[in-house]
Nanobody, 125 residues
Framework: QVQLVESGGGSVQAGGSLRLSCVAS????????MGWFRQAPGKEREFVAT????????FYTGSVKGRFTISRDNAKNTVYLQMNSLKPEDTAVYSC??????????????????WGQGTQVTVSS
């Protein structure tokens, strides 16, 4: 059983930055691959980034490579998403998720067992 709570969302102008945080409950955070997903109005939820249990390996969807950085601090049971050079098309509800897997390149949302409530990110032009 894992509970996830996101924070850090808000409104920003194009080119700005935001850092999202996701705090997990429990004592087994370091056993989970963590991912970020987003869902824009009228669109399907899409994969954004994932990070291995150790935090050494990361994987991103092409549209955010070079702009977003996922990281984690297992001592704080927290995963982060640093978002730079934000674009209007980044506007969405961002959710963190946890998966128990031997690999970290998990892009399919059905592979994630636990989800946070989401935090809104709005980027204006």
């Amino acid at each position: 059983q894992v509970q996830l709570v996101e924070s850090g969302g808000g409104s920003v102008q194009a080119g700005g930055s935001l850092r999202l945080s996701c705090v997990a409950s429990g004592r087994t955070f370091s056993s989970y691959v963590m991912g970020w997903f987003r869902q824009a109005p009228g669109k399907e939820r899409e994969f954004v980034a994932t990070i291995s249990t150790s935090g050494i390996s990361t994987f991103y969807t092409g549209s955010v490579k070079g702009r977003f950085t996922i990281s984690r601090d297992n001592a704080k049971n927290t995963v982060y998403l640093q978002m730079n050079s934000l674009k209007p098309e980044d506007t969405a509800v961002y959710s963190c998720a946890a998966a128990f897997s031997a690999s970290y390149t998990i892009t399919e949302e059905k592979m994630y067992a636990y989800w946070g409530q989401g935090t809104q990110v709005t980027v204006s032009s």
